[in-house]
């Protein structure tokens, strides 16, 4: 790969991940040229790349699309499968409530254009075919539940997590919110032993950890949770 087409391809991406976040807090009347700005490249890289407002925002919704599609395998590679579906859940609708407005400007308009964000669609609907496969299998979640229940269970979840200014206290929610899915035998999220102890989960991936029943409960499974869901918190 030349050394020009490796700019071409970062700009594109720092363009995307500036609009994503003026979108999400401005809405999507913010003109190019100011995204262009913000992302330091001249007005003539974003229209090079993103010929209209239309096409850009159709680009950061199937990022967005994809992005979730990533982190599904991702808990499919690293956890047990009802823990991998509900902990991908929650991370879904943690990302999504940043960027309700984004999605809610896109989906209300049908004259968007489509085939991006339909082929994310398809890469993001097989990722989470497969997770809610293997959860169902595993006898940990309902065997009545279906991937659309999880599409909607995202939006709502969204929509209440950005509800609230405490992430801690919406995420809390979101749990509650979930624990529907499982079956009687399975366990998920926030559930008090009774003893000396109770569950608690990382908010950065979703880990369980042991909390001690007095003293401030932790937020972070580690040092290693805790730089990423700073560095995070930074780059937003």
Known sequence: MTAVRTDALRNRQVVLRTA?????????????????QRAGVGAGTVYRHFPSKEILVEAV???????LARAADRWAAR???????????????DLSAGRVR?????TADKSWPR????????QFGQALDRLLLAAKRSGAVRADVQA???NAL???GAAMRAAHRSRARGLRLVRLLLEGLLTKEAEFRDKPSGRRHETAHCLECGA??????TGRPPSYCGPACRQRARRRRLSA
Do not use: K, S, W, Y
């Not at 976040?21 to 995204?35: C, D, N, Q, Y």
């Not at 919704?61 to 992005?67: K, R």
């Not at 984004?102 to 896109?106: F, H, L």
């Open 208 to 213: 369980r950890m042991r909390v001690n029943a």
């Open 79 to 93: 956890a047990a499968p009802g823990d991998a579906l509900l902990g991908f859940l929650v991370e879904a609708i």
């Open 102 to 106: 984004v999605c809610d400007g896109i």
């Open 148 to 150: 659309d229940d999880l």
């Open 61 to 67: 919704l199937a990022e967005h699309i994809l992005g």
């Open 115 to 122: 085939a991006t964000i339909t082929a994310a669609a398809q």
């Open 20 to 36: 994503m976040r003026i979108f999400a807090e401005e809405g999507l009347e913010v003109p190019l040229t100011r995204i262009a």
């Open 154 to 156: 995202i939006a709502g």
